[in-house]
């Protein structure tokens, strides 16, 4: 059975970690998948670029500079370059020696660990080829079922559709949309993701109805607890909205923090 990213389907509401468990772990690493699972995610997001030699790794930048040793851009680089880098020792030294995964790395550790992959296209210079590289990987691993591609580029997901027919999409967008279903039908789009501050029962309800899926994306809890402070607590109306069914997949940096709030809800599966 393919792997559902609707709540009523799944039995369950998904919890994702934000390039994986990445408050405590560094970020897009396999250390930070495997630590978010066992805090409780059932999915991960995860962003691809392309090397000088078109492979497809997890990284969010363009270059290596934050999150590694490195410097350049991934593009300029190739894979035994950016395999030679540390991706741990920035985040803290006690991850010294991890590496910079490929996106067929974590596709395998998706399959065998029975895990969701959100994958987010971040390749700005060849992003057709990253999705067409994406989605051969997908078919190859034998994770089209449990992945969803996502992308701020509306066009590129329907590009991407027209393309691969089997592949499942979501819209990534940071404004409340007039007619929300319309955009997912215009970019060919399962689902959506919504920010926080975005996000209104009426838009999930009428997602729902139509069919689509949603992913709510929640700040750390140091974020909110700007709006705690100043006597603006979100977050029971966030585990209410989780109750009613209303959220499909809960995403955020701090893993146990959001398994914490489906727990609560009931809605843990």
């Known amino acids: 059975m ?3 990213f609707l709540a009523r389907e799944a039995g369950r509401v998904h ?3 934000h390039r994986g ?3 405590r772990y560094p970020e897009n690493t396999l250390p930070a998948f495997e630590a978010a699972k066992a805090a409780g995610a059932t999915t991960v997001e995860i962003d ?3 090397t000088a030699d078109g492979e497809p790794i997890i990284l969010h930048d363009l270059t290596v500079d934050r999150t590694t040793n490195g410097h350049g851009f991934a593009a300029d680089l190739s894979l035994e370059q950016i395999r030679g880098l540390d991706a741990g020792v920035r985040f803290h030294p006690a991850f010294a020696g991890t590496v910079v995964p490929t996106v067929a790395e974590a596709l395998d550790w998706a399959r065998a660990e029975d895990m969701g992959i959100v994958l987010e296209i971040k390749e700005a210079e060849r992003p057709d080829m990253a999705v067409d590289q994406v989605a051969a990987l997908l078919r190859s691993t034998g994770t089209l079922d449990r992945a969803i591609v996502i992308s701020f580029d509306h066009v590129l997901l329907k590009r991407a559709v027209e393309r691969h027919p089997r592949l499942r999409t979501e819209a990534i967008t940071h404004a409340r949309h007039a007619d929300l279903v319309g955009v997912l039908k215009a970019c060919s789009a399962s689902s959506v993701s919504i920010e926080l501050d975005m996000f209104h029962p009426d838009d999930a309800k009428t997602l729902h109805e139509a069919g689509f ?4 994306h929640v700040p ?4 909110l607890a700007e709006c705690w402070r100043g006597g603006r607590d979100r977050l029971p109306e966030l585990v209410q909205w989780i109750a009613d069914g209303l959220i499909d997949t809960i995403s955020g940096d701090d893993v146990p923090f ?4 489906v727990k609560h809800a009931g809605r843990g599966g």
Not at 213 to 216: A, D, I, V, Y
Not at 220 to 223: I, K, T
Not at 258 to 261: C, N, Q, R, T, Y
Request: charge should be positive.
């Open 213 to 216: 899926s949603n992913r709510l």
């Open 21 to 23: 468990y990445s408050l």
């Open 48 to 50: 691809a670029v392309l």
């Open 15 to 17: 919890i994702c970690g």
């Open 220 to 223: 750390r809890p140091d974020v």
């Open 2 to 4: 393919a792997f559902s």
């Open 258 to 261: 959001i398994a914490m709030l």
